[in-house]
């Protein structure tokens, strides 16, 4: 069975790809050990290393999962009975993250931060004094709160206290500035399908130095990162990676690249800075404050009254827009409108507006007609 | 980077794909939660279950990863600490679920049988009556060695003694007979890229009623049986499915079934029989007996004095073919040619044979020219 039309891919992802990474995935298939694979695969360890910002001396490549399978490489690499990890937790991912670390027998306590708001760096430094741990996770871009951590000066933080810094990238990478070089990142993985633009099924992951001086070892065997590294490096079968996916990852970083990282930062700003502009206008309000919120996800309050399904299957099925829900204690409290990667257009920032300003006013909630779409226009003039 | 040359895929996987399956993989992106998708997602989990013949009260789905995600999956969901596992270990992948099986804390006993040869079921019956396991590991086509592992009568002989059957039908599953719910058998898994003629990056999985009945406490996330159930059942988020794969293996197992199982067997039968009568007639023989081998992957004895790398490197530079290398004590000791899915055709095979032919005379060693696909073509006709 096939999809029946194609979705303009506005949720938490996956994003909208460029037809060029859609080719890319239909390229001849090729074994994992092909004399022509293995170049590709030094060469998309590099454009990661590249993309990461990677300190000298790290390891970067592509798990064959998704974004969540890239969070257990780092933990099940970095976690073992006993080990101390403070876990910032600000939404759902940073819960999974906690939550995942317990499993791997980590001695976990939490920094925990009210859904919608950015961790205080202040309040890691406090725990960090108290509980000596040896590992901080912290999800840079929470998808489910739309909020941006500020991951430069909690990884100082963290190095003070000669903690590893594990990082949660998977809606920030490509999207917004990241420099594991240059902010002390341990161990950062992100996902295919949301910033970089190509199918889910991937995910990019980088060990610094000190986090391959440091690992542990691993219980499993898929995740286990010294099987991984020979694999990548030396080429001692593991598995048997997705060649097709390999190759979009490989074309969409091209892409990435091309466009050059600080631009792209800036196009999803910029994209994000409009839309906002536009739910102001509208009367719409974002959960996060001013200086918090991501540029790739938005999360928007739902109005009083409104019935956040209601609007979410309007612009379905009236629009062919997707757009995400909220998790856990924000489900019915907030829409998520993803703009990454190739979502993140003018075109959709005002196609968004003006179908989310159709889909309520069917509920009932009127904002003031073109509003949203001229108020975003005008920004990104 | 992009593939420079489409390869005739001979070896133990990937294998080729059909144009039809290629095209699936580009089709439009959707979220994995999209109605569409789910959709999608319930009629692949229907026809894993119908090509596995599950038994009533299975639960049949696409891990997000390789076979040996899959592998982690049945194992990680069924062998806990101390629990008692009779691993046949005929081959490099019994060894690995040997090896998986201890990480997870089992309590390994062995079987350990010649590499090329069958597991006899009394030797299980022995064990099994020694050790009272809980679960019996085995590999139903041993992939390092050619050989077809006589499953049913093992599952029988694993009933007897109440113990769990988890089988690893990589290189069987849409190639050799295979029958859940007639057999027995408790927790399978397998791969997209082999058989079944999909890109690699999915592995379906099959857990039967009693598996389901008997789970452990996963230690993991990513492979957790009761989140996935949540999520293939219930629709609740665990991770990012990697839709252009499902679409790709969905599309694959729609050809299996328009084909028919028992007609696809057949086919990989008469093409593995026909290249045995060509490489007799070349004066090569198959490192497994009459009546062990398989027909879905031909593990060939290099002829003494022939250095099998050099012999692989001609094929791939002057005929584009790929075939595969012997894995750890069988290094250079053979060749394994597979004949899966869409690369089990007569045209393959007396390709295969010929192209054989030139890149072993090139090595010194001599058959009698144009005979091997001679033969083939008369045990073809």
């Given at each position: 069975?096939?999809?029946?039309?194609?979705?303009?891919?506005?949720?938490?992802?996956p994003?909208?790809?460029?037809p060029?990474?859609?080719?890319?995935?239909?390229?001849p298939?090729?074994s994992?050990?092909?004399p022509?694979f293995?170049v590709i695969?030094?060469?998309?360890?590099?454009r990661?290393?590249?993309?990461c910002?990677?300190?000298?001396?790290?390891?970067?490549?592509?798990?064959?999962?998704?974004?969540t399978?890239?969070?257990?490489?780092?933990?099940?690499?970095?976690?073992?009975?006993?080990?101390?990890?403070?876990?910032i937790?600000s939404?759902?991912?940073?819960?999974r993250?906690?939550q995942?670390?317990?499993r791997?027998?980590?001695?976990?306590?939490?920094?925990?931060?009210?859904w919608?708001?950015a961790?205080?760096p202040?309040?890691?430094?406090?725990m960090?004094?108290?509980?000596r741990?040896?590992?901080?996770?912290?999800?840079?871009?929470?998808?489910?709160?739309?909020?941006l951590n500020?991951?430069?000066?909690?990884?100082?933080?963290?190095?003070?206290?000669?903690a590893?810094v594990?990082?949660d990238?998977?809606?920030?990478?490509?999207g917004?500035?990241?420099?594991?070089?240059?902010?002390?990142?341990?161990?950062?993985?992100?996902?295919?399908q949301?910033?970089?633009?190509s199918?889910?099924?991937?995910?990019p992951?980088?060990?610094?130095?000190?986090?391959?001086?440091?690992?542990v070892p691993?219980?499993?065997?898929y995740f286990?990162l010294?099987?991984?590294?020979?694999?990548?490096l030396?080429r001692?079968?593991?598995?048997?990676?997705?060649?097709?996916?390999?190759?979009?990852?490989?074309?969409?970083?091209?892409?990435?690249e091309e466009?050059?990282l600080?631009?792209?930062?800036?196009?999803?700003?910029r994209?994000h800075?409009?839309?906002a502009?536009?739910?102001?206008?509208m009367?719409?309000?974002?959960?996060?404050?001013e200086?918090?919120?991501l540029?790739?996800?938005?999360?928007?309050r739902v109005?009083?009254?409104?019935?956040?399904?209601?609007?979410?299957?309007?612009?379905?099925?009236?629009?062919?827009m997707?757009?995400?829900?909220?998790?856990?204690?924000l489900?019915?409290?907030?829409?998520?409108?993803?703009?990454?990667?190739?979502?993140s257009?003018?075109?959709?920032v005002t196609?968004?507006?003006?179908a989310?300003?159709?889909?309520?006013?069917?509920?009932?909630?009127?904002?003031?007609?073109?509003?949203?779409?001229?108020a975003?226009t005008a920004?990104?003039?």
């Amino acid at each position: 069975m096939l999809p029946s039309t194609e979705r303009l891919l506005l949720g938490p992802g996956p994003s909208l790809i460029a037809p060029r990474v859609m080719r890319a995935l239909g390229a001849p298939m090729l074994s994992h050990l092909d004399p022509d694979f293995v170049v590709i695969m030094d060469d998309l360890r590099a454009r990661l290393e590249r993309i990461c910002r990677a300190p000298e001396g790290s390891f970067a490549f592509a798990m064959s999962g998704t974004g969540t399978s890239g969070m257990e490489v780092a933990v099940s690499n970095l976690v073992q009975p006993g080990t101390r990890v403070l876990s910032i937790v600000s939404g759902y991912f940073g819960d999974r993250l906690a939550q995942m670390s317990v499993r791997y027998g980590g001695e976990v306590e939490k920094v925990a931060v009210d859904w919608g708001r950015a961790v205080d760096p202040d309040a890691v430094r406090t725990m960090l004094g108290k509980t000596r741990a040896e590992v901080v996770t912290v999800v840079h871009a929470e998808t489910s709160t739309g909020v941006l951590n500020p991951l430069e000066a909690i990884a100082t933080v963290a190095r003070e206290h000669d903690a590893l810094v594990l990082v949660d990238a998977v809606t920030s990478l490509g999207g917004h500035p990241l420099d594991a070089d240059g902010w002390g990142l341990d161990a950062v993985y992100s996902c295919s399908q949301k910033c970089l633009g190509s199918p889910s099924g991937l995910s990019p992951v980088l060990f610094g130095p000190l986090a391959l001086e440091r690992l542990v070892p691993c219980r499993g065997f898929y995740f286990d990162l010294e099987l991984l590294e020979d694999y990548w490096l030396k080429r001692k079968y593991h598995h048997t990676m997705s060649a097709s996916l390999i190759y979009a990852l490989s074309e969409a970083l091209t892409i990435v690249e091309e466009e050059g990282l600080e631009a792209r930062w800036a196009r999803h700003e910029r994209h994000h800075r409009a839309f906002a502009a536009g739910l102001e206008a509208m009367g719409l309000s974002l959960l996060p404050p001013e200086g918090e919120r991501l540029w790739t996800l938005n999360a928007i309050r739902v109005p009083e009254g409104i019935d956040d399904a209601a609007v979410r299957k309007h612009l379905l099925t009236k629009h062919n827009m997707e757009i995400g829900a909220g998790l856990g204690p924000l489900a019915g409290k907030i829409f998520r409108v993803g703009l990454m990667g190739a979502s993140s257009t003018p075109e959709l920032v005002t196609a968004c507006l003006t179908a989310l300003e159709d889909a309520l006013a069917a509920q009932g909630f009127r904002a003031p007609a073109g509003a949203g779409a001229a108020a975003a226009t005008a920004a990104l003039a």
